[in-house]
């Protein structure tokens, strides 16, 4: 039989029936009413800053993680900057993104998780700057002994200007300029960072005077109130400073990484301020020291000298008996020199006599007839001595030509030899200058013939009559009768 309960209609649900938007929407709105304001605390891990100015990151402890994203407007407000491995407790709403069912905290402020946190950051950034060289020995100035103008880096409101500017006074008054900054809060490193750089800018001999000291200063707090001078910007602001600069941030036991990077760290703006200048009435003293000890030291060196010069004038003779010696010896000397100057002159009065008398008319005129007498027998030897000097040129002449004329190829032609020249004119010496059918000039003792070069081994040579040209005819010198002081060649 059939089972009636086959013919039961199929039960209902009762369950309301939602889409994903729905269900979604559902949520978010359960999410951030229940958690609308929660404080979380948490290691930054993955954070980024996205292109828009977004803070996105991820929020996490031993066991469980959660998305955080701060919104631009508020990013620029949090007054720490977020980074991987830093234990912060962010304030927020939570709420979750149905793009992707994930749930996340807006966050609207951060503050570091602890002091602990705070040290742990802090010396990671003090080993890196460090690694850098930025505190290093090597880049520390000397500190101006008496400063004309100092630079003073700090809130205008506190006690701290007022310390500064009262010790000052006290010990030697200068002249200070103040640049006011924000010391603690969201801005305070950028403007610390900016003052520096500012008076590192100043150009001396300006309407404003640069400063040739520099006094960064702040009252102490706790460490959340002097990390401003832990922040990079302001540590390297004060190692890049060329104007020496003392750090006095904090109490004695303070310490921030811009002590670190100054040229002096002071333990109190009080004390930087007795670093800056001495005290005037040591300086003073010490003047008036120095002065007596120069006034001493100039009189007993004029003393020495005074008693030196004694001792060596005891050492000198008379000087009225040098100076009588000298005049008795200047007179003997004009005495001596007149004598010797007459003596001169009569000699000189002599020598002149004794010429005069070989310059007279008779002697002088014997001596112009004996030069005539020599010029008239020169003149008359010159024209026989030309005429022998002309002969022997002559006759030299003619033996050169002779010889000349003995080396000459027309001589070597007499003897039935022949001189073959190519078109050109210049001689023919080598058979491998000539070819078949080449036409030559052949020159004999008596005439020249042109002729044709025939094939090797035929014997054959085109005779032509020689071309219409002058030669040059065999002049022989006439045979001279030779001499018979020269010598022959051969």
């Not at 912060?88 to 905290?105: D, F, H, M």
């Not at 001169?344 to 004794?354: K, N, P, S």
């Not at 020169?378 to 033996?399: C, D, K, Q, V």
């Not at 200058?433 to 040579?461: L, N, S, Y």
Request: with cysteine.
């Amino acid at each position: 039989m059939p089972d009636p309960r086959d013919n039961q209609p199929e039960p209902t649900h009762n369950l309301p029936e939602y889409s994903v938007s729905e269900i979604s929407s559902a949520l978010k709105r359960t999410v951030e009413d229940t958690y609308g304001h929660v404080r979380v605390r948490g290691e930054v891990s993955g954070f980024k800053r996205a292109a828009s100015g977004h803070l996105y990151m991820t929020l996490k402890d031993e066991s469980a993680v959660i998305d955080g994203v701060c919104w631009k407007g508020v990013a620029g407000r949090l007054g720490i900057a977020p980074e991987d491995g830093l234990e912060v407790i962010v304030t927020g709403r939570l709420t979750t993104y149905p793009g992707r069912s994930k749930y996340q905290i807006v966050i609207e402020a951060m503050e570091h998780a602890g002091e602990g946190a705070l040290l742990k950051l802090l010396e990671e950034r003090r080993k890196k700057l460090a690694a850098e060289g930025l505190f290093d020995e090597d880049r520390k100035q000397e500190l101006p002994y008496l400063p004309d103008v100092i630079g003073v880096v700090t809130s205008p409101t506190g006690a701290v200007i007022r310390d500064i500017l009262h010790r000052l006074a006290d010990r030697f008054p200068r002249h200070v300029l103040v640049w006011p900054v924000l010391v603690q809060g969201e801005g305070a490193a950028a403007q610390v960072a900016a003052a520096i750089e500012g008076f590192n800018r100043m150009a001396p001999g300006g309407s404003v005077p640069r400063p040739d000291l520099l006094i960064v200063a702040r009252g102490g707090g706790s460490l959340e109130d002097l990390w401003a001078f832990n922040e990079e910007i302001v540590v390297r602001a004060a190692a890049a400073s060329g104007i020496p600069l003392i750090s006095a941030v904090g109490h004695e036991t303070d310490t921030t990484l811009i002590d670190f990077a100054s040229d002096r760290r002071a333990p109190t703006p009080t004390a930087a301020a007795e670093m800056a200048v001495p005290v005037r009435a040591d300086v003073l003293a010490r003047v008036m020291e120095n002065a007596a000890r120069m006034t001493a030291a100039a009189n007993r060196t004029v003393e020495e000298r005074r008693a030196r010069v004694e001792g060596l004038a005891r050492g000198l003779p008379d000087p009225r008996s040098v100076l009588e010696t000298a005049a008795q010896r200047t007179d003997d000397w004009s005495e001596r020199l007149g004598n010797s100057i007459a003596a001169l002159l009569d000699g000189r009065a002599r020598e002149v006599a004794r010429l005069g008398d070989g310059l007279r008319p008779a002697t002088l005129a014997r001596d112009i007839t004996r030069q005539r007498e020599r010029v008239r027998d020169l003149a008359g030897r010159i024209p026989a001595a030309f005429t022998r000097h002309h002969r022997t040129l002559t006759e030299r002449l003619a033996n050169a030509r002779s010889l000349l004329e003995s080396y000459s190829y027309a001589r070597v032609l007499d003897r039935g030899l022949a001189l073959v020249r190519d078109s050109a004119g210049s001689p023919v010496t080598r058979a491998a200058q000539t070819r078949p059918g080449m036409q030559v000039a052949v020159q004999f003792a008596d005439a020249e013939v042109a002729a044709a070069i025939g094939e090797a081994g035929e014997g054959k040579t085109t005779m032509t009559p020689a071309p219409k040209r002058k030669t040059a005819p065999n002049k022989t010198a006439p045979k001279k009768k030779p001499d018979e002081k020269q010598g022959t060649l051969l």
